[in-house]
């Protein structure tokens, strides 16, 4: 069943974004401060959706689809406005947009033939780098700081260098767990 509990807080965090980026755009701070507030709490509906799931025993192949393109949607519309704006430098979305849908694409390959994600990586490196809590965290808490300071920096005062140097960061770490995936992907592709 679609419509259980994560999968609506999924569809819920997604639409919140473009309202977000909507008012960010505008040149106002009261609407900047409400776009900002709207990213944090899709990002923090990210965390509900999964411990929905797991809570409520509600874990379905769906929902992890529709997680997945939540994801992407709320940080490809994020990446891209950002970088419009001039605060994330463009290559940045340049780099992290195509490695996405590139390592998207080799999971969906190996989930149809009933390889997990978890399995693509073999060395400890490579499965360090994929898998493990500390560059999940790294990754996911990375962006949110990037797009969290970036959105401020629409409304206060501060120094792009952070941004910039955040946005080095995020890059090199989505990268780093992208490397893996794809070099394994010749075993699952053939």
């Not at 509906?45 to 379905?60: F, H, I, S, V």
């Not at 409304?155 to 767990?177: C, Q």
Request: glycine share 6%.
């Amino acid at each position: 069943m679609f419509w259980n509990a994560p999968n609506t807080v999924c569809v819920i965090r997604t639409g919140l974004i473009p309202i977000a980026v909507a008012l960010l755009w505008l040149n106002n701070t009261t609407s900047r401060i409400l776009g900002l507030a709207l990213i944090v709490i899709s990002f923090l509906m990210d965390a509900l959706d999964g411990y929905l799931a797991r809570k409520l025993n509600q874990k379905t192949t769906i929902g992890s689809l529709v997680d997945v393109i939540a994801d992407r949607i709320t940080e490809y519309m994020l990446w891209i406005f950002f970088s419009y704006e001039h605060i994330i430098p463009v290559w940045a979305p340049l780099i992290v947009i195509p490695r996405g849908v590139l390592t998207d694409s080799i999971r969906s390959i190996a989930a149809s033939r009933g390889v997990s994600v978890y399995d693509l990586p073999k060395g400890r490196l490579a499965k360090f780098l994929v898998t493990s809590r500390i560059m999940r965290i790294a990754i996911g808490g990375g962006k949110l700081l990037l797009f969290i300071l970036a959105g401020a920096s629409m409304i206060w005062s501060i120094p792009g260098s952070w941004v910039f140097w955040l946005s080095v960061f995020v890059v090199i770490v989505n990268l780093s767990r992208g490397i893996p995936v794809i070099a394994e992907s010749s075993q699952i592709l053939e």
